[in-house]
């Protein structure tokens, strides 16, 4: 599978974005679909992810409240929506594939096969 990040920017604080994951080629046996982060400097982080049929969601604890993730699949998308945008939000955001939903929820990025390039996301205050 190939994935395709965008819809980073640079955005005011208090502002919204959707960052936008598209999937190609084969996606038989996938199971979740996340998104992690990383600042400069910083490891990278989870954010969230969602099954690969978007029944199911799961946050990191301090991502719960202002991102909300999403699928559809029709257009074999995902989307992570993130409101009231801070400063420290500013990072590169990743979209991950995994084939196992329980080690997904992990938030260990090695238990993500598959990687889209990266989205850039700057919050001015």
């Known amino acids: 599978v190939q994935l395709q990040a965008s819809g980073g920017g640079l955005v005011q604080a208090g502002g919204s974005l959707r960052l936008s994951c598209v999937a190609s080629?084969?996606?038989?046996?996938?199971?979740?679909m996340g998104w992690f982060r990383q600042a400069s400097g910083r490891e990278r982080e989870f954010v969230a992810a969602?099954?690969?049929?978007?029944?199911?969601?799961y946050y990191a604890d301090s991502e719960k409240g202002r991102i909300t993730i999403s699928r559809d699949n029709t257009k074999n998308t995902g989307y992570l929506q993130i409101d009231n945008l801070k400063p420290e939000d500013t990072a590169d955001y990743y979209c991950a594939a995994s084939d196992g939903w329980q080690k997904a929820i992990t938030g260990w990025v090695p238990a993500y096969d598959n990687w889209g390039q990266g989205t850039q996301v700057t919050v001015s205050s």
């Open positions: 080629g084969i996606t038989i046996g996938l199971a979740a």
């Open positions: 969602i099954s690969w049929d978007g029944g199911t969601k």
